[in-house]
């Protein structure tokens, strides 16, 4: 395996279509576009699924370990495939980015987000790349981020998830760089 996809949530269907599971909606987009499925693999502790690009394999991962527990089920992964840090990217809900924005980020805090800070902690370094989905906040944010979306935000989020779906393409084939300028300019587009 070359490259670790990993999109954070919580398993379970009263959370599938909740902000907090905006990594998870990134993996199955990509389960969708590269025709691959997801199996459980309980000795890492999730879902994982593999798909080729160019001569690159890359396993996606949705940890079962709910979100602040999520490093767990990373480490388990990067380690017994030895992906290199800079080969991991963390794709998970961001309340402080407006709804339907979209911002990749490499070696940053988890800026309070659990399941980030499990990751950090886990493996000891926050070296990796991050593709935040913003899904902005309403009221307290803990019952916030685990409500069921309405409609129109479900809408948004839906073409977000496309969008960061893409930019996992775009990383792993043209560089973080090139990924970072065409995708961080994105918001005002997709909310269109």
Not at 22 to 39: E, Q
Not at 132 to 141: F, L, P, Q, R, S
Not at 164 to 170: L, N, R
């Amino acid at each position: 395996m070359d490259w670790l996809v990993v999109g954070l949530g919580n398993p379970g269907k009263e959370y599938a279509f909740t902000p907090h599971n905006a990594g998870f909606m990134v993996c199955d987009s990509l389960s969708f576009i590269f025709d691959f499925k997801f199996s459980l693999k309980s000795r890492f502790k999730g879902f994982l699924g593999e798909f080729s690009l160019a001569d690159n394999r890359v396993g996606v991962l949705k940890p079962i370990t709910y979100m602040n527990l999520s490093g767990v089920s990373v480490k388990e992964v990067f380690l017994f495939y030895k992906i290199p840090l800079d080969r991991l990217i963390v794709i998970h809900d961001d309340v402080d980015l407006p709804m339907g924005r979209l911002k990749i980020k490499k070696n940053s805090s988890s800026g309070g987000h659990k399941g980030v800070e499990s990751i950090i902690e886990a493996l000891k370094s926050k070296d990796f790349i991050r593709i935040k989905i913003g899904v902005g906040k309403k009221g307290d944010v803990r019952d916030y981020v685990l409500k069921p979306l309405g409609e129109e935000e479900l809408d948004i989020i839906s073409r977000t998830v496309r969008a960061a779906a893409d930019s996992v393409g775009c990383i792993i084939l043209e560089g973080l760089n090139k990924a970072m300028s065409e995708y961080n300019s994105l918001g005002r587009e997709v909310v269109k």
